[in-house]
């Protein structure tokens, strides 16, 4: 029973087999969703290698456990306690190398329709080989001649590949918002449920999004200092009543039946964050009380003890990753893709309301293959492809910029360590205050495009 799934994970790893579990009680799986899963993978791996380079204390355990670790250093020819190993420098060299690697797959799978072909079987395949090709990428920046002037170049080339990932991101938002209402709409002519479901879950979403500009006034304002953040807290506030209004106005009703109250309260609790966060960026200030300097406008859990900071510097990680993660694997999707026009989509437009609608309707009827004694692969692809190679290498080349910069800190790169992660500046708190209005202004012109644009979206 075990060699069966050894030859099939041979032939995963070597030939143009698709990945699958060894165990036969995990659920069947996609061949497209098994590819995305294990470049995701790959990813996850480099970034996880970045913050490690980022964390003074990760540097201190190693040197503390590792025995022989300054000779080991010096043989490896990395400096005193590996130095060129650690710091923003080997951020960029590392993301450098896997950016170079999605850049690659992007070229060379651009065209590809049918997963038959030599080029799609390098796509979906060879996965020791492409590991130890993605190891060679991260490795060979370290040999790159003219390390200052590479460092100052591609950290103009990560600041626009950056906000490009922000970009997509906030489209998909946008598109997301828009195809959960679609789809659950879809149901209640069949089911007066999906109606309950709808009205439940805006009012979540309000709620939340209500509370959250409750708890920035309570904690981020302050009567003598923080104007910046009351100025920004009542204009997106503003902007979120703004849209929820325009989305049941008469007149968009008229053009967009389906619009409603779900959309703007999705795009409402993201702005609420992006603000949340923004603030949370920002350096701290202080209100001089008895002769003594104390910090307002903070978040009252960052007390600034250690375990606190840990914490929290865990909870932005993870969220990151998430937010990485989801953008790159959803936006490959064909519906995503033809939302963002860069491929277009042969779906047919008829909706079956679901709860977990973004991961593809399961009734699809595709052969599955036994692979040994372990989990069984649907083969998806047979007649076509279901995502954009190209772009799903090119978003995720655009997405290694984006943690490279996030991780660096943006432009305040020096001295910065990832337990400082939340600890931000000016750069990071206009970057995200910028991204709100982009999200809003996207969403709104996706209400009034129809009244703009109206032979561009008849039927």
Not at 9 to 35: H, V
Not at 250 to 264: A, D, E, M, V
Not at 403 to 423: A, G, P, Q, R, S
């Amino acid at each position: 029973m075990c060699t069966p799934c050894c030859i099939s994970q041979l032939a995963c790893c070597c030939g143009k087999a698709a990945c699958s579990c060894c165990c036969s009680c995990c659920p069947k799986i996609k061949q497209s969703t098994g590819t995305r899963f294990m470049y995701a993978l790959y990813f996850l791996l480099v970034t996880i290698i970045c913050v490690i380079m980022m964390s003074p204390t990760v540097e201190h355990y190693m040197k503390d456990s590792i025995p022989f670790y300054s000779q080991l250093c010096e043989k490896m020819k990395a400096g005193e306690n590996c130095k060129t190993l650690v710091g923003y420098s080997a951020v960029y060299k590392v993301c450098f190398g896997m950016s170079c690697f999605f850049l690659f797959f992007c070229i060379f799978t651009i065209r590809i329709n049918k997963s038959t072909g030599c080029r799609a079987a390098v796509h979906n395949g060879f996965w020791l080989v492409k590991f130890i090709v993605l190891v060679a990428c991260c490795s060979g920046g370290f040999f790159l001649p003219e390390e200052e002037i590479f460092l100052e170049v591609w950290r103009y080339v990560g600041v626009v590949g950056g906000i490009l990932f922000l970009l997509i991101q906030l489209i998909l938002l946008v598109e997301f918002a828009h195809r959960w209402n679609t789809n659950w709409s879809s149901g209640v002519k069949y089911n007066r449920g999906w109606y309950a479901a709808l009205a439940f879950v805006t009012l979540v979403l309000f709620s939340v999004a209500v509370g959250a500009v409750a708890f920035m006034g309570l904690y981020y304002t302050h009567p003598e200092a923080c104007l910046m953040n009351k100025i920004f807290l009542g204009i997106n506030g503003s902007l979120c009543v703004i849209v929820s209004l325009l989305a049941i106005s008469p007149f968009i009703q008229k053009l967009q039946p389906t619009s409603g109250l779900l959309q703007p309260g999705v795009i409402s609790v993201y702005v609420m964050y992006l603000t949340f966060s923004a603030f949370s960026s920002k350096p701290k200030e202080y209100v001089e009380r008895d002769g003594v300097n104390t910090t307002v406008c903070a978040f009252p859990f960052n007390s600034g003890t250690d375990s606190d900071k840990k914490i929290v510097t865990a909870v932005g990680a993870i969220i990151l990753f998430g937010c990485v993660l989801y953008s790159c694997l959803t936006s490959t999707t064909r519906r995503s893709s033809a939302a963002l026009r860069v491929c277009r989509s042969s779906e047919p437009e008829t909706e079956r309301a679901r709860c977990c609608f973004c991961f593809g309707d399961d009734t699809d009827d595709y052969d599955d293959e036994k692979t040994g004694a372990g989990q069984n692969v649907v083969y998806d692809e047979r007649e076509g492809t279901v995502y954009c190679y190209w772009y799903f290498h090119f978003v995720f080349f655009l997405g290694s910029l984006y943690v490279m910069m996030t991780v660096t800190n943006w432009f305040h790169y020096d001295d910065h360590k990832i337990e400082k992660l939340l600890e931000g500046s000016l750069s990071v708190f206009w970057i995200k205050m910028a991204s709100c209005w982009v999200c809003l202004i996207v969403y709104m012109w996706t209400l009034i495009a129809p009244m703009v644009c109206p032979k561009r979206f008849e039927a």
